[in-house]
């Protein structure tokens, strides 16, 4: 199983991308996807999460501005981000995992986001 990251780039300070992640392979019974970023000389932090059933979780700095969505037929998860800032800057990763036997992690290779003028 693969997952496949893109749409990264760069974007002047107030604008928007949008970024887009698929799992290729055999999987079944993803329970989440999720976006981190890293920024350079930081921790890699959860920027949001999608359940399969839709539910989402975002973190305190980016609520309002990034919406997470998924395609559960296309094992894809997205991340429309709008009002990007310069600290926005990152590498921006997806994740799928599933908790309940038979659990699997999955990370994607990431995908390059700076926010400049």
């Known amino acids: 199983v693969q997952l496949q990251a893109s749409g990264g780039g760069l974007v002047q300070p107030g604008g928007s991308l949008r970024l887009s992640c698929a799992a290729s392979?055999?999987?079944?019974?993803?329970?989440?996807m999720d976006w981190y970023r890293q920024a350079p000389g930081k921790q890699r932090e959860l920027v949001a999460t999608?359940?399969?059933?839709?539910?989402?979780v975002y973190a305190d700095s980016v609520k309002g501005r990034f919406t997470i969505s998924g395609d559960n037929a296309k094992n894809a998860v997205y991340l429309q981000m709008s009002s990007l800032k310069p600290e926005d800057t990152a590498v921006y990763y997806c994740?799928?995992?599933?908790?309940?036997?038979?659990?699997?992690?999955?990370w994607g290779q990431g995908t390059l986001v700076t926010v400049s003028s």
């Open positions: 392979g055999y999987i079944r019974g993803i329970d989440y």
């Open positions: 999608i359940t399969s059933g839709g539910s989402t």
């Open positions: 994740r799928c995992r599933r908790s309940s036997w038979p659990s699997f992690d999955y």
